[in-house]
């Protein structure tokens, strides 16, 4: 896959999106007929979805539901150099930027990418902004990091556990000797036990929209989000399991891998949203 390669906060062309495939997104008030091609991640982001991205996340928000947590963890490390490989919209490069971190920011969405650049630019931020697949990473970097972080539930966009493997292969490599990995992703845990719930107070604040699973198995999590203007949209995930995530952590060559849900190191695995890992590369 080519690298395309910006500065957030100044113009540059970027390719035009991929086409769509037939039920992945489904435009406004619709719904998806049939299953979206599991390993489409950029054709289940079309533009009328990543329009209300920002709507259903919500910045300020989110910030103040997160408060230091992230900027914490990556100064306890002795983090400056930030590569953040699932900006979406650019809410957690944006915000490390202004709290003086070094960041990159990439995303394998095309769409995505062009929306952190609004929005760095927006939010008076300069960084370099990159389109690239997880599992050539290091073809599209420039050096190592001391931090990658993947936030967003991003992670469970790789279906087979091949390249579940290989994308933190390509993590582990891509970081400098005692640097982290931070990897988030939606409590599938209690969602595979149909027990799903969504506070709203935590990554996803927006009051605009509602999310809820439409179906779950072992091998696929559909979520629908409705919002107040009546469009209905479709994302398909793998259901990682926290242990699951944690093993491949420690497979892949970390060797301190810590768990957090909402936040916190102490936690009750039903009554999350969602689970955080904190992995070092020794």
């Given at each position: 896959?080519?690298t395309?390669?910006?500065q957030?906060?100044?113009?540059a062309?970027?390719?035009?999106h ?5 039920g992945s997104l489904v ?9 979206a091609?599991q390993?489409?991640f ?6 009328t979805?990543v ?8 910045w300020?928000?989110r910030r ?10 990556l100064?306890?490390?002795?983090a400056?150099r930030v ?18 971190f070094?960041?990159?920011?990439a ?6 990418i062009e929306?952190?650049?609004r ?8 960084f370099?902004v990159?389109q690239a697949?997880?599992r050539?990473?290091r073809?599209?970097i420039d ?6 972080v993947?936030l967003?539930?991003s992670?469970?966009?790789?279906f ?7 994308v933190?292969?390509e ?5 400098n ?5 931070i990897?988030?992703?939606r409590n599938?845990d209690a969602?595979?036990?149909h027990?799903y719930?969504?506070t ?5 604040c927006?009051?605009g929209a509602?999310v809820t ?6 091998k696929l999590?559909?979520?629908q989000?409705d919002?107040q203007d009546?469009?209905?949209?479709h994302?398909e995930v793998y259901p990682i399991?926290?242990a699951e995530?944690?093993s ?8 301190t ?8 190191e ?5 009554a999350v ?5 904190v992995?070092?590369k020794?």
């Amino acid at each position: 896959m080519t690298t395309h390669a910006t500065q957030a906060g100044r113009a540059a062309p970027l390719p035009q999106h991929a086409p769509v495939t037939p039920g992945s997104l489904v435009p406004r008030g619709t719904t998806s007929p049939e299953s979206a091609a599991q390993d489409d991640f950029e054709g289940q982001y079309i533009p009328t979805l990543v329009d209300l991205w920002d709507q259903l996340i919500d910045w300020e928000r989110r910030r103040a539901s997160e408060r230091d947590f992230f900027v914490d963890l990556l100064n306890d490390a002795g983090a400056r150099r930030v590569l953040d490989v699932a900006t979406g919209t650019g809410y957690h490069s944006v915000t490390l930027a202004q709290r003086g971190f070094d960041v990159t920011a990439a995303d394998g969405s095309a769409q995505m990418i062009e929306r952190t650049r609004r929005n760095a630019e927006r939010h008076g931020q300069s960084f370099e902004v990159l389109q690239a697949d997880w599992r050539g990473l290091r073809r599209h970097i420039d050096g190592r990091y001391d931090a990658i972080v993947c936030l967003g539930s991003s992670f469970p966009h790789l279906f087979q556990e091949s390249d579940r493997r290989a994308v933190l292969s390509e993590f582990y490599e891509a970081l400098n000797p005692g640097g982290i990995l931070i990897v988030d992703h939606r409590n599938f845990d209690a969602i595979r036990r149909h027990r799903y719930q969504s506070t709203g107070k935590y990554y996803y604040c927006g009051t605009g929209a509602s999310v809820t699973v439409a179906h779950v198995d072992e091998k696929l999590c559909r979520f629908q989000y409705d919002f107040q203007d009546g469009g209905t949209h479709h994302l398909e995930v793998y259901p990682i399991l926290l242990a699951e995530l944690s093993s491949l952590l420690t497979d892949s060559g970390f060797d301190t891998v810590r768990t957090f849900g909402d936040f916190q190191e102490t936690f009750d695995i039903s009554a999350v949203d969602f689970v955080i890992h904190v992995a070092r590369k020794p």
